[in-house]
């Protein structure tokens, strides 16, 4: 069973940066591709970026291109999201998601996950 714990939203203002954390509670994490998704009040989660195993491949929904950073330390069971610019729009819950082995074909979808963190709460204040 793999947990994941998110860390690091908070409240910033519009054009700040965070970083997201998203820590795993097994040694062998480096054998999961993670997933961040988001949701925001009233709307569905949706996928926001994604790294492979080894760090080396990633992929970002367009609305975050150029302002998000998806990286790993895999010996330290950790996958991060390094956010900038940020602006309102960017306000959800944010979770982290894992899928052993490659990155799922269809990556943007949630369901093709199988483990999920509690999320953490990033607020973008105008």
């Known amino acids: 069973q793999v947990q994941l714990v998110e860390s690091g939203g908070g409240l910033v203002q519009a054009g700040g940066s965070l970083r997201l954390s998203c820590a795993a509670s097994?040694?062998?994490?480096?054998?999961?591709?993670v997933g961040w998704f988001r949701q925001a009040p009233g709307k569905e989660r949706e996928f926001v970026a994604v790294i492979s195993r080894n760090g080396r491949n990633t992929y970002y929904t367009d609305s975050v291109k150029g302002r998000f950073i998806i990286s790993r330390d895999n010996a330290k069971n950790t996958v991060y999201m390094q956010m900038s610019s940020l602006t309102p729009e960017d306000t959800a819950v944010y979770y982290c998601?894992?899928?052993?082995?490659?990155?799922?074909?269809?990556?943007?979808?949630?369901?093709?996950?199988?483990?999920w963190g509690q999320g953490t709460q990033v607020t973008v204040s105008s």
């Open positions: 998601a894992a899928d052993r082995g490659s990155i799922p074909e269809m990556y943007a979808v949630a369901r093709n996950y199988d483990y």
């Open positions: 097994i040694r062998t994490f480096s054998y999961y591709a």
